[in-house]
């Protein structure tokens, strides 16, 4: 099973509203990554988790806020969000993180701050 | 900083032709790179990764080669079809970091 999967497909929300975005596998990776992909753009790295602590921090605001809670499963809050956060949030997995790893990626959360 | 350009933007083919799509990358020392595909507003499918070690990969009708020592990588698209259309995103992982530098994309549409 080369499944990762995200919860909600799509969120809207307005900018003082706080929610969380959901990923999750199954493939005994101990490595998950948080991607924000703006239209017709490629995907940005955001955050990198390696057995379960972070490790990669993009400089992104604090107003995303990253949890790990076990090796399955990685959260993103949301909190105080801005329009321009509108976006495809991608969650991608690996064995490991760097080296030569392949990179498995869920089918996103369309996200829309209003 | 490593920089991965796609060429064409788009392109066009009737059914039934052979493709390549092209990419190249300004940084050698990748420790492999990674074709995918994105169809519009999903996520990306995983499609062929070649490690630095490897000149070429082959699954079905796609095969990708590398040569790292130039920078560049191809995805050659046999017999495309009309569920072929997407969009290839081409990345390379380089260096001691976690990061995947990913290309602007080539946006395929084959025509029945």
């Known amino acids: 099973d080369t499944e990762v999967t995200q919860t909600p497909k799509h969120l809207v929300m307005g900018m003082t509203n706080k929610k969380s975005l959901k990923c999750e596998q199954h493939m005994g990776h101990r490595a998950m990554y948080w991607y924000k992909q703006k239209a017709k753009k490629p995907p940005e790295l955001m955050f990198v988790?390696?057995?379960?602590?972070?490790?990669i921090n993009e400089s992104v605001p604090s107003r995303f806020s990253p949890e790990c809670p076990n090796s399955s499963l990685l959260n993103l809050h949301l909190h105080a969000l801005q329009p321009e956060d509108s976006a495809l949030y991608l969650c991608?997995?690996?064995?490991?993180?760097?080296?030569?790893?392949?990179?498995?990626f869920g089918p996103g959360t369309r996200l829309t701050v209003t | 900083k490593q920089e991965v350009t796609q060429i064409p933007a788009a392109l066009s083919v009737p059914e039934g032709e052979n493709l390549v799509l092209n990419c190249s990358f300004t940084?050698?020392?990748?420790?492999?790179l990674q074709w995918f595909r994105q169809d519009p507003g999903k996520g990306l499918t995983s499609l062929l990764l070649i490690q630095s070690s490897q000149r070429e990969q082959t699954s079905g009708r796609l095969n990708a080669s590398l040569d790292k020592s130039s920078g560049r990588s191809t995805l050659y698209i046999a017999a495309s079809q009309p569920g072929d259309s997407a969009t290839y995103l081409c990345?390379?992982?380089?260096?001691?970091?976690?990061?995947?530098?990913f290309g602007k994309g080539t946006l395929l549409t084959v025509n029945p």
């Open positions: 940084d050698s020392a990748i420790y492999n």
């Open positions: 991608a997995s690996s064995l490991f993180a760097g080296g030569s790893y392949e990179q498995y």
């Open positions: 988790y390696s057995y379960e602590k972070l490790s």
């Open positions: 990345a390379v992982h380089g260096g001691s970091n976690y990061k995947l530098t």
